[in-house]
Structure formats: structure tokens, C-alpha cells
């Protein structure tokens, strides 16, 4: 309650020593009524209120009517937070000499309020750091519509960035469209990496993970094809092996590539006879006597039912004919007659399909 006057003075009364000292004692002894409680608002006059207790977060330094473990109070040296229930709701932390600092704004109806990074330098980063283990969490965006909303957007662009519309996916979105899926499983162990590179390399995709040998498997939707490159492309190189597919059932696309169409060796050799060129051949063995020559396979067939493709050869002016005989899985034995049946020795090329 406010100061209250000891005595009630009348005109003429006699002005007596114990009336002034009890009159001085109140103003002495209740000086803090004077001002508090306040019965209207109070103007500094341009001066700070100093010196204030630091409060804790249970009682705040600054409180309002009925709500005392709520206001603002003063932790450390430097430090003030805010609080709310007795509990921490913002800390702010100076520090010596700082030219950077964050701003909260508001914003009006239809935009974002922001928080943001300011100060004296030309470009402010903005951290946000978690505590140990725990991490920033993000609104998950959504579909409104046919068109997606991003959890996390770029600024300007809310139609860009990265949204969650189920458990266990992350998606990539431009322009409110999704442009790539990421699926997460259970226990998985192996994932996909993206690498860049400094030129003149080229960027890599590549997998990883727990297994010692992991592959990767490109699939499309239906009936639709996968294409590697486009018409610029300067060409498509395999660093190893292709293995082409298994012949589906029913009738074999045309022009497609599979393990039964693919020549699964072949060799070229001169009329001495000599080896040219091959694959999976292991040798070439002259037989005694002419035209008689014996060829062993690197890879040898699962069986003999394999198909020889034979070519023409020319051998001293004349058309010369080859037979093969002596089939086994792990080669055959080849005759080069001219047009009168006789062994003569000529170039040769053959070629030969079959399971392996």
C-alpha cells in the first residue's frame, strides 16, 4: 500500500518535536511504500533501472501480477533467459566484442515468421546445434493437392527442397514435383553413395556398406526401357565384365542382348597355321599331317550341344572347305579340304554359341 501521513495538521496547531520526528520516523521507516506498490505508471525520465537482483528461474527478476515463476532473470554474468512455468524457454548468451547476432521477426498474415542472422559482416551463417546425441527436427511437409510442400525449403522457394510423406522415405522436390525417392529399410546395412569430383574427373555412383560384396540393381516401372546416355554421349564403357540377360519366356525381344545370342568364343588363325586372334581359346594345336588343326577352349561349355559357326577360307587360289569333328566341352577338332576332298592347310575363322 501507498505511504500514509502520520497526523492530520489543522490551522493555528502548535508545531511540537514529537509530532515532526514521528512524522520524519514514517517517511524514514516506510520510505519503500513510497514507490511500492505503484499506483500509476512510472516515467524514468530517460534514465535505466540498474542493479537489479539476477532472480532464479523459478522467481524471475521480472515477473508479472499472479505469475511469479514466469518472466526474465539473469543466470550468469552475460547471460538473460526467459522463462515460462519455471522452466528455461530462451536463453541468450553475449560474448565480448561480438558483431554478429540473431533476430526473431514476426510476420504478417500469408508469410513465415523468420529467424535470422545479422551483423557487421557481409555474409552470417546460422547455427543450429543440438545437445550430444539429439538432433534438429524439421516440419515433415506434405501433399497439397497433386503438389508437394517441402519440409525443408530453400528460402524464396518453398516448392524446393526436402519433404517426408511416409515413414521411412525422404523426398527430393523442385518446383512442387517430386524429382527423386530415398527408401530406408529396417537393419539395412548397404546404401548408395553420390560422389562428386574436381575436374577432369567424373562424378561416381557407387555402393556401400556391411557385406563384403554388394551389387546394384537399376529397375524401371513396367514394360519401360533403361537408357544410359543420350545422343551426345560420347559412348558407354563397362570397366569389367557384361553378363547379358536370360532369354525370357516366350519370343526374345528383337535387337535385345542375351546370354544365347552372344558368341561365347571365336578364333582366327593363318594357313601355317598360326593363332591370329581369339576369345576364350587356350591354344591352337596343329595336328599332324595338313589341314588338321585341334582348338581347346579357355571356358569350356556345360555341354556338347553347342553351335560352331564356320567362315569361308581361301587357301593358295582355291575354296576350301572345313568340317569339325570331335566335339567335347572343352573344344573340337577342325579339317580343311579343298574341292577335291584333299587336307590342305588354309586360314580359318570360327565361331562358337552355347551355354557356358
Known amino acids: 500500500m501507498a505511504l500514509a501521513r502520520v497526523k492530520v495538521w489543522i490551522a493555528g496547531e502548535v508545531l511540537t518535536a514529537s509530532d515532526l520526528n514521528a512524522e520524519f520516523n514514517n517517511l524514514v521507516d516506510n520510505s519503500l511504500s513510497a514507490v511500492s506498490p505503484w499506483t500509476a505508471n512510472m516515467d524514468a525520465g530517460g534514465f535505466r533501472l540498474i542493479t537489479l537482483g539476477a532472480g532464479t528461474v523459478g522467481s524471475p527478476t521480472l515477473q508479472p501480477t499472479g505469475d511469479t515463476n514466469t518472466g526474465v532473470f539473469f543466470p550468469a554474468a552475460d547471460q538473460v533467459s526467459l522463462v515460462g512455468a519455471g522452466g528455461h524457454a530462451l536463453l541468450a548468451s553475449g560474448y565480448l566484442n561480438a558483431a554478429n547476432y540473431v533476430r526473431a ?3 504478417p498474415a500469408t508469410y513465415p515468421p523468420s529467424l535470422s542472422a545479422l551483423g557487421t559482416d ?3 551463417a546460422l547455427r543450429l546445434i ?3 546425441t539429439g538432433y534438429v ?3 515433415p511437409g506434405g501433399i497439397a493437392g497433386s503438389r508437394f510442400v517441402a519440409g525443408l525449403a530453400a528460402q524464396g522457394d518453398e516448392g524446393t527442397g526436402l519433404t517426408w510423406v511416409t515413414n521411412g522415405t525422404l523426398d527430393l522436390i523442385g518446383s512442387q514435383s517430386r524429382i527423386l525417392r530415398a527408401i530406408g529399410s529396417q537393419g539395412a546395412t548397404n546404401y548408395v553413395t553420390i560422389t562428386a569430383s574436381p575436374s577432369p574427373a567424373s562424378p561416381t555412383i557407387s555402393v556401400s556398406g556391411g557385406d563384403s560384396s554388394i551389387g546394384l540393381q537399376i529397375t524401371t516401372s513396367g514394360g519401360g526401357a533403361l537408357t544410359l546416355g543420350a545422343v551426345t554421349t560420347g559412348g558407354i564403357t563397362a570397366a569389367t565384365y557384361f553378363v547379358p540377360a536370360a532369354i525370357p519366356g516366350g ?13 561365347k568364343a571365336w578364333i582366327s588363325f593363318s594357313s601355317v597355321p598360326a593363332l591370329l586372334d581369339s576369345y576364350n581359346i587356350t591354344s591352337l594345336t596343329d595336328e599332324p599331317g595338313a589341314g588338321d588343326v585341334s582348338i581347346t577352349f579357355d571356358r569350356d561349355f556345360l555341354a556338347v550341344n553347342y553351335c560352331v559357326l564356320v567362315g569361308n577360307s581361301v587357301g593358295g587360289g582355291s575354296t576350301t572347305h572345313m568340317s569339325v569333328s570331335d566335339w567335347t566341352v572343352g573344344g573340337v577338332r577342325v579339317r580343311i579340304t579343298d574341292m577335291a576332298n ?13 551355354a557356358q
Open 251 to 263: 519370343t526374345p525381344n528383337a535387337n535385345a542382348l542375351y546370354t544365347k545370342n552372344v558368341p
Open 342 to 354: 584333299t587336307l590342305f592347310d588354309a586360314s580359318g575363322y570360327l565361331a562358337f554359341f552355347g
Open 137 to 139: 527436427l524439421v516440419s
Open 122 to 124: 557481409t555474409n552470417v
Open 130 to 132: 543440438p545437445q550430444g
Open 105 to 107: 521477426a514476426a510476420a
